[in-house]
Each structure stands twice: as C-alpha cells, then as structure tokens.
C-alpha cells in the first residue's frame, strides 16, 4: 500500500466544498496519537448537492474499488454514492474510505455534534473528537481498533487535565 497524499485530497474536497468529516487513523493522529495511518477515512454528508461535489472532488484521483478485481465495472458518481453508502476506494492519491455512515455513531449530521474545526494544509476541517473516536472505536470492535483505545482515552484524560489548568 502506498502513502495517501491527504493534502490533495482534502484540498480537492475543499475547492469543490465537500461536506465531511475526517475520522479514523488520522483523526487519532490529529488529536496526538502516534498511531500510523496510510489512509484517509471520512463520513460525508448524504445529501444530493453534496455527492455530487464528492464525485466531482475524487475524479481527478480516479477513484476505483479497492480489492475489487479491475474488470468490475465502477464509477464513482452521483448514482454509485446514492445507491451505496460506505466505499473503500484506491485513488491516485492514494487510499481512501468514505462513509455515509459509521458504526456506533451514525450519519454526518449525527457526527458533526462529535467534530471539532482543527486547520490542516491550511484548511480548516472537521474532525471527529476524541470522544467520538473512542465511541466509534469501541462500537466497531476490530482488534486494531481496540488496541487503539487506551492511547485515546490517555490523550483524553491529558486533555481534560490541560483545560482545568
């Protein structure tokens, strides 16, 4: 697996004004944790003006199903999004899921009350909390995920610490 150029791709989804928000590795990463990631994993909104600014966004990348054989038909467009919901993509630049919805935690509109505004590439985005990792994590269960856990709960806890100082 190669690395995923995040920066284009949020760039990308910046200039088409994409509604989303970055969970997974990289939001762990983005709170502290010293987690790797070789992906970008975000929830976006489900909405019809929003899809369509999502297919438009990754075209350029020509985004294809990951662990697909190549001779499955796919295009990434406002039908495939309407008529899916969760996409594990391989890009150009790189990997990247999307979800419509995330175990344990819902839709975009239910995340964003999880999210906080953090600037990356000089890009304001919305990413999902602390405490909305650890809800997401716990509530999908894989074993990378769990090992994951007390990494969070500890950046949580320096957290609350540093804002009663």
Known sequence: MTETD???????????????????GLAAVLHGSAYVTADLDICYSRKRANLEKLARALAPFHPALRAVPDQVPFQLDLSALR???????????????????????????????????????????????????????QAVGRAKDLKLLPELAALLEIRKAEKKT
């Open 83 to 137: 008529n899916g919901m969760n996409f594990t993509l391989t890009t150009e630049a790189g990997d990247v899921d999307i979800l419509g919805e995330v175990t344990g935690m819902g839709t975009y509109e239910q995340l964003v009350a999880f999210s906080e505004g953090i600037e990356i590439f000089e890009i304001s985005c919305k990413v999902l909390t602390l405490e909305g990792l650890i809800k997401a994590k």
């Open 6 to 24: 995040v920066e284009k791709l949020l760039k990308a989804f910046h200039r088409e004004k994409v509604e989303f928000v970055i969970i997974g």
